[in-house]
């Protein structure tokens, strides 16, 4: 793990779907629906892969050529995750 990279709660139960991923957060009960984009990121999330990372890693699977748009795409993903307590920043 890499101090400050985003990493998934360990908590959370997640079941992969061929559409994408449902996470559970059983302390809260908080269930987040992933689409298969969001599955891919959250499959990202071991604590490795820095933000930037994050950003290249979609710009390729996708074929992403606007960089400001997969940045932004990123943060409001990692943004959403965090404040239901399904990511945090690996120590």
């Given at each position: ?40 990121l959250?499959?990202l ?35 959403a ?11």
């Open positions: 793990m890499t101090p400050g990279c985003p990493i998934a709660n360990p908590e959370i139960a997640v079941d992969q779907e061929d559409d994408g991923a449902l996470l559970f957060h059983p302390e809260s009960g908080e269930v987040q629906i992933l689409n298969t984009t969001g599955a891919y959250f499959g999330l071991d604590g490795s892969h820095s933000r930037e990372d994050l950003v290249d890693c979609l710009m390729r699977q996708y074929d992403i050529g606007n960089r400001e748009a997969a940045e932004k795409d990123v943060d409001e993903f990692l943004t995750l965090k404040d239901k307590s399904l990511v945090g920043d690996a120590l």
